[in-house]
């Protein structure tokens, strides 16, 4: 425990230095540093500030996920080539192809989770800094980048009557009623945004060989388990904790409003609408993000030819060898 909070000791000094700039900032506009919507604002702020550094990471996380939607049809094949050879040797030829595989499409299975993983200790440490205001408050210290004065000015702030730092399982002082009915709609509405951005997905921005693949089973078991998970785990989060993860979930889910729409899957029914949307207006159609690196060379291969044949056909019929005639 000493060494997770060792870990988690600049994450949570980093966490709360940016929500500490956030409410001096909106105190210095005139929002009394006390109250619980300048707090809240300052906990929205942090996850603009997370996300917009994520984009990046984003970007990767969509290529990797086109790569293995791209890989499953090569994938099927791998996999009935050594199907039901249970030996060292297959196993090992059968692991080696996969690699093979990830390789060839740039794409491996943990670059799709690359973003939540980078968040997750700086959801760890700003339930840390979250649960630990009470304790801090009464004895008088100070919790990362936060003054004591702060912390007392956050233990005393509440939205809707509710205490930012209070939780439904626990409690935490306020209106324990409107603590239980703010914790359970922001436990809804959390849960509720993961399963949106996962079903849209599954539903627009998958290719048929995807649907049809081993990888869109363990896509529709994240759907159900992942908000399951989370809308468990809520209850003990802060109300300030899924004030968060609330507003990252929306991030993510107009993230993926706008990839499905401008970015989609080759093959998918997000990218055939695209294609209609543009020839409708007369536009060509958009090199599509993620796509296989062989069909790239591919591509550039058929270009090449295209360019050698235009060159051959320039060479029309030569008038001299007529006039020879």
Not at 35 to 47: F, P
Not at 130 to 153: N, P
Request: include cysteine.
């Amino acid at each position: 425990m000493d060494l997770f909070a060792t870990i988690l000791a600049p994450f949570k000094w980093l966490v709360s230095a940016i929500m500490v700039g956030f409410h001096d900032g909106f105190s210095a506009i005139g929002m009394p540093p006390a109250n619980g919507w300048t707090w809240t604002l300052s906990i929205i702020g942090l996850v603009l500030v997370i996300r917009a550094a994520l984009i990046p990471v984003f970007v990767k996380q969509i290529k990797a996920q086109r790569g293995m939607q791209l890989l499953q049809p090569d994938l099927k094949k791998m996999q009935e080539k050594y199907k039901g050879k249970t030996d060292q040797l297959s196993r090992q030829a059968m692991a080696q192809e996969q690699m093979a595989l990830y390789k060839k499409h740039g794409t491996n299975p943990f670059s799709a989770c690359l973003p939540m993983l980078i968040q997750m200790p700086f959801f760890f440490a700003l339930f840390q800094v979250l649960s630990g205001i009470s304790s801090a408050k009464i004895s008088g210290q100070g919790i990362g980048a936060m003054s004591a004065e702060q912390v007392k000015q956050f233990d005393e702030s509440t939205i809707f009557g509710a205490p930012l730092s209070a939780s439904l399982l626990h409690g935490g002082g306020g209106n324990q009623t409107a603590v239980w009915i703010l914790s359970i709609i922001m436990i809804l509405a959390m849960t509720a945004s993961q399963f949106i951005t996962q079903k849209q997905i599954m539903a627009k921005n998958m290719s048929e060989e995807a649907l049809a693949s081993p990888f869109m089973r363990q896509q529709k078991m994240m759907l159900y388990i992942l908000p399951v998970v989370f809308g468990v785990g809520g209850i003990n989060f802060p109300i300030g904790v899924l004030i968060y993860w609330t507003t990252t979930n929306l991030w993510t889910m107009g993230q993926q409003f706008f990839v499905i729409r401008r970015m989609p899957t080759p093959g998918s029914p997000a990218a055939k609408a695209l294609a209609e949307r543009r020839a409708a207006r007369g536009l060509p159609a958009l090199p599509l993000l993620g796509g296989k690196k062989a069909e790239a060379a591919a591509a550039e291969a058929s270009a090449a030819a295209a360019a050698v044949e235009a060159k051959s056909q320039r060479v029309q019929p030569q008038r001299k060898n007529r006039k020879r005639k």
